[in-house]
């Protein structure tokens, strides 16, 4: 396998990224606030101007960009369709699991964000997974 093709599977294969940038509606963005210095405020700016509705996740449960915020996942009281992680990668298993129980149908892991394992336990669930790319980046490339 080339350094390519592992990366790639590593990530997320193109058709999966394109799936969830074409074919999904509500991404809960875990680590999104006020503050707009954060790359979690901008690729939220940005997937609104795709058409998506982001929920911030952030234990302040702040409102941003007109959206509630909610402390955790599981407070969130409609189904989400991703969630899109800035957290460290030693946080981000956790939020995968949690991911998981709340029925998502996708996690996304930002740029940065590798957890080889919870991509592993999140695959397994049955839902999909992107590791190590930004839903912003992959926008401006099509």
């Keep these: 396998m080339t350094t390519e ?5 590593t990530a997320g294969d193109v058709a999966t990224v394109d799936r969830l940038l074409d074919d999904t509606t509500t991404w809960a963005v875990v680590g999104l606030s006020t503050n707009t210095a954060r790359a979690a405020h901008g690729v939220a700016r940005v ?3 795709h058409g998506k509705r982001i929920v911030p996740v952030h234990p ?3 409102t941003v960009h007109g959206e509630q ?3 955790t996942l599981a407070d969130i009281p409609f189904p989400v369709d991703v969630v899109d992680v800035f957290v460290r990668s ?3 298993g956790d939020v995968a699991d949690q991911a998981v129980a709340i029925g998502a149908k996708a996690v996304w892991f930002q740029l940065g964000v590798v957890d080889e394992d919870a991509a592993a336990r999140v695959r397994a669930a049955g839902l999909d997974m992107v590791m190590d790319r930004c839903p912003a980046i992959e926008l401006g490339r099509r």
Aim: avoid cysteine; proline fraction near 0%.
């Design 69 to 71: 915020g909610y402390a």
């Design 47 to 49: 997937l609104r101007q």
């Design 5 to 9: 093709e592992t990366t790639e599977t």
């Design 90 to 92: 030693d946080l981000a």
């Design 60 to 62: 302040d449960a702040e």
